[in-house]
Antibody, heavy 123, light 108 residues
Framework: EVQLVESGGGLVQPGGSLRLSCGGSGFAFSTYWMHWVRQAPGKGLVWVSRISGDGITTDYADSVKGRFTISRDNAKNTLYLQMNSLRAEDTAVYYC????????????????WGQGTLVTVSS | DIQMTQSPSSLSASVGDRVTITCRASQGIRNDLGWYQQKPGKAPKRLIYAASTLQSGVPSRFSGSGSGTEFSLTISSLQPEDFATYYCLQYNRYSSPTFGGGTKVEIK
């Protein structure tokens, strides 16, 4: 059974930093692209970032480019999101999501989601 | 980036009603379009991929159609458990993925 479990959310002051983690199990973690998606309170889903299975290729939404860094440790089956220079508008539930297999055409289609972790940016 | 325009943003309907939600892509995405259902406090649940293919276990009252830039999700006979928010997602592999703004389906 595929499972994704996020952790690391919490309350942080504007300008602060936070690192989110997402542990994956039940699948060959290193062979899949992985994504972060966020949802501000009462708002819609917004894609944040993605990383290739080997960790070499990354991509970011314009709203977080230069402030957030996605990475992974395939030995630990763990995905990360380092968030720096946090702003009030970054307040959201952050989900990690696993797409379809690499080279399938479904690398951006989210098959499985974690339960989410809440990040609140406030003074 | 490809923009997804979803409509309506909300609708009120009764049990048994037929409901249709649409998504329009800012450029052609072939059939690289999925639909998700989300209930409060929960992660989204996949319903449809490739514009019209139902995920395993999804009731047959859900259907999807479209190709290129115009897509729709139809619920043929709304059930109590279908009251939720629905999102489209374009997942063209040559672009960053983007969601529609969501449609909240409420009880009339």
């Amino acid at each position: 059974e595929v499972q994704l479990v996020e952790s690391g959310g919490g309350l942080v002051q504007p300008g602060g930093s936070l690192r989110l983690s997402c542990g994956g199990s039940g699948f060959a973690f290193s062979t899949y692209w992985m994504h972060w998606v966020r949802q501000a309170p009462g708002k819609g889903l917004v894609w944040v970032s993605r990383i290739s299975g080997d960790g070499i290729t990354t991509d970011y939404a314009d709203s977080v480019k230069g402030r957030f860094t996605i990475s992974r440790d395939n030995a630990k089956n763990t995905l990360y999101l380092q968030m720096n220079s946090l702003r009030a508008e970054d307040t959201a539930v952050y989900y990690c999501a696993r797409p379809g297999p690499s080279n399938s055409g479904y690398e951006n289609y989210f098959d499985f989601w974690g339960q989410g972790t809440l990040v609140t940016v406030s003074s | 980036d490809i923009q997804m325009t979803q409509s309506p943003s909300s609708l009120s309907a009764s049990v048994g009603d037929r409901v249709t939600i649409t998504c329009r892509a800012s450029q052609g995405i072939r059939n690289d379009l999925g639909w998700y259902q989300q209930k409060p406090g929960k992660a989204p649940k996949r319903l449809i991929y490739a514009a019209s293919t139902l995920q395993s276990g999804v009731p047959s009252r859900f259907s999807g159609s479209g190709s290129g830039t115009e897509f729709s999700l139809t619920i043929s006979s709304l059930q109590p458990e279908d009251f939720a928010t629905y999102y489209c997602l374009q997942y063209n592999r040559y672009s960053s993925p983007t969601f529609g703004g969501g449609t909240k389906v409420e009880i009339k």
